[in-house]
T-cell receptor
Framework: AQKITQTQPGMFVQEKEAVTLDCTYD???????LFWYKQPSSGEMIFLIY??????QNATEGRYSLNFQKARKSANLVISASQLGDSAMYFC?????????????FGTGTSLTVIP | GAVVSQHPSRVICKSGTSVKIECRSL??????MFWYRQFPKKSLMLMAT?????????EQGVEKDKFLINHASLTLSTLTVTSAHPEDSSFYIC??????????????FGPGTRLLVL
């Protein structure tokens, strides 16, 4: 089974609007971390936000917030007030605590296009 | 935030030659670095986990003799693509974890290296 699933290959949003990028995960490990990265056309992976499985509150970082629904195993990224510079690929990733290699499992990504 | 650099950013080489890619953690020590490969419009595929002072751990299906990894110091890991062929053309990204082990500790990525084998 896929560890991380991103079901939206492409998304469009009007500038200044909010957009939600979906991410669901699959793990039986009670300890895990969820991450979102942005990859612009330059290729660099830019860390956006982190949510731990034991965190009580949803993570927020500026215009980014993570809608963490543990029972549903979802960790959707919400970008508020979209800007043209937000156009990029967005990847959801997970690391499990029991995984001694601490490797990341990545989703297939969502391509976001912000329309002026 | 922590910075990870990669060199070169782009490389074009002839088939049969070897190419070395360097990954450096600039302002922190990284006992573990990771090497990924990414095809156009695809996700990142973990190739190997590089541990300082020991042999790298390769993912299933990745040829260790083809992709040599050396993690000689706490700030440098290298990936050498030996006898490169056109099918090795790809975007290679390294990353390093900062902070605590386990689920904590953000993973930062280098800017990537675009390899084109003619």
């Amino acid at each position: 089974a896929q560890k991380i699933t991103q079901t939206q290959p492409g998304m469009f949003v009007q500038e200044k609007e909010a957009v939600t990028l979906d991410c669901t995960y699959d793990t039986s490990d009670p300890s895990y971390g969820l991450f979102w990265y942005k990859q612009p056309s330059s290729g660099e992976m830019i860390f956006l936000i982190y949510q731990g499985s034991y965190d009580q509150q949803n993570a927020t970082e500026g215009r980014y917030s993570l809608n963490f629904q543990k029972a549903r195993k979802s960790a959707n990224l919400v970008i508020s007030a979209s800007q043209l510079g937000d156009s990029a690929m967005y990847f959801c990733a997970m690391r499990e605590g029991s995984n001694t290699g601490n490797q990341f499992y990545f989703g297939t990504g969502t391509s976001l296009t912000v329309i002026p | 935030g922590a910075v990870v650099s990669q060199h070169p950013s782009r490389v074009i080489c002839k088939s049969g030659t070897s190419v070395k890619i360097e990954c450096r953690s600039l302002d922190f020590q990284a006992t573990t670095m990771f090497w990924y490969r990414q095809f156009p419009k695809k996700s990142l595929m973990l190739m190997a986990t590089s541990n300082e002072g020991s042999k790298a751990t390769y993912e299933q299906g990745v040829e260790k003799d083809k992709f040599l990894i050396n993690h000689a110091s706490l700030t440098l890991s290298t990936l050498t693509v030996t006898s490169a062929h056109p099918e090795d053309s790809s975007f290679y990204i390294c990353s390093a974890r900062v902070g605590l082990a386990g689920v904590l500790g953000t993973q930062y990525f280098g800017p990537g290296t675009r390899l084109l084998v003619l």
